[in-house]
């Protein structure tokens, strides 16, 4: 689990060889441009599940690397290269000149997906829309736990204009509806992402969950089963996500 000290978030222990290790693959490959490199996602948030949640990291240098480099740094660090210990590895790589200003689609310097139950999978470039890169990098400001030396996220990182963050959390909505309609991701991520259009707080699945039934009890059902389909690692009934979909983009305006 999420240890915290002084109110800090620190690494899970089942992840901290690993992450120690890609880190350092990472800082070596890439040396003083390094600005820094953050754990995101559940592990970042107090909601790591080892064997059921993912391990989320962001890292930036301050410039463009050649695609060669790029390319032999993903094929070190991915699974199994450099085993992941759990479901899945997404480690995204992105360039300081790329976020500033945000492109559309942001332009990442590597992706790299893979674990025990994940495909492996290394891109040098977006391949299509990305709405997924806008949300990490927003969230990576408020709840980004520093790798290593790393400053933290919310000092190294660009502000995410609002507008392009209510441009994301509608494609994401628009993608939960369509081939992940009947995940139970699509319940616990659109509640985060009704959470924080009504309050701007980032919340873990669990928590913004938690957080949707609090205020919308409405959707106890849905959640309870999204919650049960998740763990038994099996889809749910469409139709439970329906109303909460309808409510996001009635919120979003």
């Known amino acids: 689990m999420t240890r915290h000290t002084d109110g800090v978030t620190t690494v899970p222990d089942e992840l901290r060889p690993y992450l120690s290790a890609l880190t350092a693959l990472f800082r070596d490959a890439v040396g003083p441009d390094l600005v820094g490199a953050w754990l995101i996602g559940s592990a970042a948030q107090d909601a790591y599940e080892h064997g059921v949640s993912d391990v989320d990291v962001l890292a930036v240098t301050r410039s463009r690397h050649p695609e060669e480099a790029r390319a032999r ?11 992941c210990p759990t479901v899945g590895l997404e480690f995204v790589w992105y360039a300081l000149p790329d976020l500033k200003p945000l492109g559309d689609p942001v332009a990442f310097q590597l992706n790299v997906n893979g674990g025990l139950a ?47 963050v209510a441009q994301a959390i509608r494609e994401s909505l628009a993608w939960h509806d369509g081939p992940d309609a009947g995940s139970p991701n699509r319940v616990l991520n ?36 999204a919650l049960r389909a998740r763990t038994e690692g099996r889809w749910m009934d469409p139709r439970l996500a329906d109303p909460l979909s309808v409510l996001l983009l009635d919120r979003l305006g």
């Open 118 to 164: 994940r495909p492996s999978v290394v891109q040098l470039a977006p391949d299509g829309p990305n709405h997924w890169a806008v949300l990490d990098l927003a969230a990576a400001r408020q709840v980004g736990v520093r790798l290593g030396d790393s400053p933290p996220a919310k000092d190294a990182l660009p502000p995410v204009p609002d507008h392009r």
């Open 73 to 83: 740094l993903g094929r070190r660090v991915v699974h199994p290269t450099l085993r």
């Open 190 to 225: 659109l509640a985060r992402l009704l959470v924080l259009v009504e309050d701007g707080t980032w919340l873990s699945k669990q928590a913004g969950a938690q957080a949707l039934v609090d205020h919308h009890p409405e959707f106890a059902d849905a959640v309870a089963e």
